[in-house]
């Protein structure tokens, strides 16, 4: 059941990372600080016991020293040990230069609700992380009766697009499960 748990939601992790990757080539920065105003702030915390990711050039982020790597050199992905089925990866793809950032957002949504049994709306957050604006991606999927709850980051930097993807079972962030949640805001807000 563990495994079942596991290899469900990495599927479903990898599918929403293919479709918010999948769409186009390059370009600049995200905007200047003007576009940061209103914006609810995510500040890095103190987490000095945790581990850092920077294995992607240009990004890092810090996790829970005792996550499992079970990805790969290009696709990296973890997994938390005390909560099963609670994943967290990252991947990498030019950014279309046809695009704006709220538009490559935009663009990927219904490719995500294509792919997916979604349960209600994909809400969408831009944030200001870390002085850097962001996208924070929200949604319930459902896949071979399991509900999970799904967290995507997304910064543009050196005209690249850069994806956080968080998932843990419905039942674990409902119950927070070991912490989960204060775990997974503490990655995000670690991300830059």
Same mark, same amino acid.
């Given at each position: 059941?563990?495994?079942?748990?596991?290899?469900?939601?990495?599927?479903?992790?990898?599918?929403?990372?293919?479709?918010?990757?999948?769409?186009?080539?390059?370009?600049?920065?995200?905007?200047?600080?003007?576009?940061? =105003?209103?914006?609810?702030?995510?500040?890095?915390?103190?987490?000095?016991?945790?581990?850092?990711?920077?294995?992607?050039?240009?990004?890092?982020?810090?996790?829970?020293? !005792?996550?499992?790597?079970?990805?790969?050199?290009?696709?990296?992905?973890?997994?938390?040990? =005390?909560?099963?089925?609670?994943?967290?990866?990252?991947?990498?793809?030019?950014?279309?230069?046809?695009?704006?950032?709220?538009?490559?957002?935009?663009?990927?949504?219904?490719?995500?609700?294509?792919?997916?049994?979604?349960?209600?709306?994909? !809400?969408? =957050?831009?944030?200001?992380?870390?002085?850097?604006?962001?996208?924070?991606?929200?949604?319930?999927?459902?896949?071979?009766?399991?509900?999970?709850?799904?967290?995507?980051?997304?910064?543009?930097? !050196?005209? !690249?697009?850069?994806?956080?993807?968080?998932?843990?079972?419905?039942?674990?962030? =409902?119950?927070?499960?070991?912490?989960?949640?204060?775990?997974?805001?503490?990655?995000?807000?670690?991300?830059?």
């Amino acid at each position: 059941m563990k495994k079942t748990k596991l290899g469900l939601l990495a599927i479903i992790m990898l599918i929403a990372v293919m479709l918010l990757t999948g769409c186009g080539n390059n370009d600049t920065t995200t905007g200047g600080k003007g576009e940061l =105003d209103g914006l609810t702030v995510y500040t890095a915390e103190e987490t000095p016991d945790w581990s850092t990711f920077d294995k992607i050039s240009g990004i890092e982020f810090k996790y829970p020293s !005792n996550y499992k790597s079970i990805g790969t050199e290009s696709m990296p992905m973890y997994m938390d040990p =005390d909560v099963a089925g609670a994943t967290l990866n990252v991947v990498t793809s030019s950014f279309p230069s046809s695009l704006s950032f709220e538009g490559y957002v935009e663009a990927s949504i219904p490719g995500i609700k294509s792919q997916m049994t979604i349960e209600g709306d994909v !809400n969408v =957050d831009y944030i200001n992380l870390n002085g850097q604006k962001a996208a924070k991606l929200d949604y319930v999927a459902s896949s071979q009766g399991q509900t999970m709850c799904v967290t995507q980051v997304l910064i543009k930097k !050196n005209g !690249n697009a850069y994806i956080l993807t968080l998932g843990m079972l419905k039942s674990d962030k =409902d119950a927070n499960t070991s912490g989960i949640n204060e775990k997974y805001e503490k990655i995000i807000k670690s991300f830059k």
